[in-house]
């Protein structure tokens, strides 16, 4: 694996250093960037080192809130269980793509990366070959989409890419040989906040990766979700690590 993972990521790029880099590194990355056309940039780094935090700020980076990666046993503890009534059913390609992008785009309004996703981006998920619908949980109200939990199952040796949080650069040193599964998004319609919603798909998902034979779950999430972090916290789940996370703009560069 490359020491250095530049994505395009919707309108901007992403970058994931799998060890610490040099200024060099650094600058070579941004320039790749500003050639490629610019944009907004999120740098993923875990425990940067000073010289990483000085080339970060000379090209106008700014810390942002940390990303956590929270794991747990799977199952979860018997006291965990998805609350009598509520249902979910498998995601249909094709047929909800609409409805979710729709409820996708409202959820995450304040984060773009997720919020902004289109049919495109959703229909090259679909050709993944992690990809399982059975996996992608969809709970409904009164007929319409309220919410979903989006799971994904690794194999064992298996290296980590999550689209638009993070990687995870210690999983084999964190899960010996076992396969893991990923709650990979979750989201709640805004119409239906304060509902009780959120705990049950995050529930329902590892519930789903449980029967799937799975004994470690995990996800990942903002360092300032407090609410969130809270929430996975009283399932049981605790921070692995954490990466810092640098964001700017990059400039295109004009001499292309």
């Known amino acids: 694996m490359s020491r250095i993972e530049l994505s395009r990521i919707n309108r901007g790029f992403v970058v994931r250093s799998h060890d610490h880099v040099s200024r060099d590194e650094v600058d070579g990355f941004i320039r790749d960037i500003a050639n490629a056309g610019g944009g907004s940039l999120r740098w993923f780094i875990c425990e940067p080192t000073p010289q990483e935090r000085a080339a970060a700020s000379a090209h106008g980076l700014s810390a942002a809130a940390p990303l956590l990666h929270m794991r747990c046993a799977l199952p979860l ?28 785009a409202r959820a995450f309004a304040s984060h773009p990366e997720q919020g902004d996703w289109t049919r495109d981006v959703l229909v090259a998920r679909f050709g993944e070959p992690w990809f399982d619908p059975e996996g992608f949980l969809i709970h409904e109200i009164d007929g319409a989409m309220a919410g979903f939990c989006w799971t994904k199952v690794h194999d064992a040796h298996e290296p980590h890419e999550h689209q638009h949080h993070t990687s995870l650069h210690h999983d084999h040193a964190m899960h010996g040989t076992d396969a893991h599964g990923e709650i990979y998004v979750i989201g709640v319609d805004p119409a239906h906040h304060g509902k009780g919603l959120g705990r049950a798909l995050t529930v329902a998902g590892f519930a789903h990766l449980a029967s799937r034979g799975l004994h470690n779950g995990m996800l990942y999430v903002a360092g300032d979700n407090t609410a969130a972090v809270a929430l996975y916290g009283s399932l049981g789940m605790r921070v692995a690590h954490r990466d810092e996370v640098f964001v700017g703009t990059v400039a295109a560069n004009s001499a292309r």
């Open 77 to 104: 503890d018997a006291r965990h269980r998805v609350p009598d009534g509520f249902t979910t059913r498998p995601f249909r390609p094709g047929v909800d793509d609409d409805e979710w992008l729709a409820l996708n």
